[in-house]
């Protein structure tokens, strides 16, 4: 919206700019997944994807020109994929047995601050200026990151959290026939 209404961008050169982002997020989704397996470092990618993206989100708000926000999308959209880590540090945390519980609740939980993040952005785009939502989306990223080093590095069983050492079977290879 900020695009179109503030910058008078065209709906077509608004919507191709933006599914560079959903682009970018399916091309390196398998190599980040890869990496979120390798590293024990799962909490340090969370936060520094949701630095990247709230950084992306201010300098939207002052960088205007179609290559800028292209390629601010992308990076956004990459950084989106870090996000697969999330799932990969509850099931190291709580382990198999608890996955499934804690998962959903994560997703209620997840929800809800998606309607809280809509609310409280639009009423910062009436009452500021409309650029605010941006400004609002980089101050929510900090608070992830915040969120994300919160979790105690040594409560994360990495093993577990690729899937692996507490299952009886790991993956298709463990499948028995």
């Keep these: 919206m900020y695009l179109l209404s503030v910058q008078h961008w065209t709906p077509e050169r608004i919507g191709f700019a933006m599914s560079l982002s959903g682009i970018a997020n399916v091309v390196v989704r398998a190599p ?3 990496l979120i397996d390798a590293t024990r470092h799962k909490r340090e990618l969370v ?4 630095i990247a993206i709230g950084l992306c ?5 002052f960088l205007h020109s179609f ?11 990459t950084a989106g994929s870090f996000a697969a880590a999330l799932p990969a540090i509850t099931l190291g945390i709580v382990g198999q ?6 998962l959903g609740r994560n997703e209620a939980f997840n929800h809800g601050g998606n309607a ?25 990223a900090a608070l992830s990151a915040v969120a994300a080093m919160s979790l105690r ?12 050492a507490e299952t009886a079977s790991n ?5 028995k026939t």
């Design 32 to 34: 980040i997944g890869r």
């Design 47 to 50: 936060a520094g994807a949701a």
């Design 57 to 61: 989100a201010v300098a939207l708000s």
């Design 67 to 77: 290559p800028v926000v292209a390629g601010l999308q992308i990076v956004v959209g």
């Design 97 to 102: 047995k608890a996955y499934a519980r804690r």
């Design 116 to 140: 809280m993040t809509a609310v409280a952005s639009g009423i910062a785009g009436m009452l500021v200026a409309q650029v605010a939502v941006l400004w609002a989306v980089a101050a929510l």
């Design 153 to 164: 590095a040594d409560d994360i069983d990495h093993d577990v959290a690729r899937g692996g």
């Design 171 to 175: 993956g298709l290879a463990g499948l």
